[in-house]
Each structure stands twice: as C-alpha cells, then as structure tokens.
Nanobody, 125 residues
Framework: QVQLVESGGGLVLAGGSLRLSCAAS????????MGWFRQAPGKEREFVAA????????YYGDSVKGRFTVSRDNAKNTVYLEMNSLKVEDTAVYYC??????????????????WGQGTQVTVSS
C-alpha cells in the first residue's frame, strides 16, 4: 500500500514562496507518475501540476503556469511543488497523488490511485 505524506504548507504573504514536499513509501516511487491537486473552501478539487515517472514530463494547471514548478527526487522517494509569486487565490489544501505504476501523468484526479492527507497553504494579503 502506497502512503503519501505532504509537508511544507503554512501561512505566507502574497508574493511569497513555499515549497511543498510529498514523501512516498510502500511502493515503487520511481515507477509512478505523481500529481498535485488543491481544494479551496467551497470549491471542487482542481489540478495543479503533474510529473512523469522520470521527471521528464511536467504539466501545469493554467492558473499556476509560470509560478509553480513540480520536481521529483526518486532517490529520496519525494516529489516537490515549488510555489512562487503566491496569490491569495492559491489558498487551499494541497494534496499529492500517485498513479498506479507505469501509467503516464495526467491532469485528471480520477486517474490517481493514492492520495496524501493534504497540507494547508494560506496566502494572506
């Protein structure tokens, strides 16, 4: 059973930066595409970013393109989300998710099998 644990959330001023981490255990991390999603209060969960198994393919939601960067370190079984130029509207609970092994990264949350518990990111003005 794959377990995912996010960390790095917190309170930051608009324009600031945060780096989220997601540590994976219990599976073959390097064989799994990973995704980041977020859910703001009263809204549906939305796609943020995804990365392929080897890190060569990355995808971003339109609202975060140019500000967020997804990366991974397969030696550490960890995926990261570097968030810059944060806006108040980035406030949400951020989740990382893993696909079953050898499947490609996608933008659809239904394609992801395993989910972390989420980490809160709050951006204040």
């Amino acid at each position: 059973q794959v377990q995912l644990v996010e960390s790095g959330g917190g309170l930051v001023l608009a324009g600031g930066s945060l780096r989220l981490s997601c540590a994976a255990s219990g599976g073959t991390f390097s064989a799994s595409a990973m995704g980041w999603f977020r859910q703001a209060p009263g809204k549906e969960r939305e796609f943020v970013a995804a990365i392929g198994r080897l890190g060569g393919s990355t995808y971003y939601g339109d609202s975060v393109k140019g500000r967020f960067t997804v990366s991974r370190d397969n030696a550490k079984n960890t995926v990261y989300l570097e968030m810059n130029s944060l806006k108040v509207e980035d406030t949400a609970v951020y989740y990382c998710a893993a696909r079953l092994v050898y499947l490609k990264a996608t933008v659809k949350e239904d394609d992801y099998k395993y989910w972390g518990q989420g980490t809160q990111v709050t951006v204040s003005s």
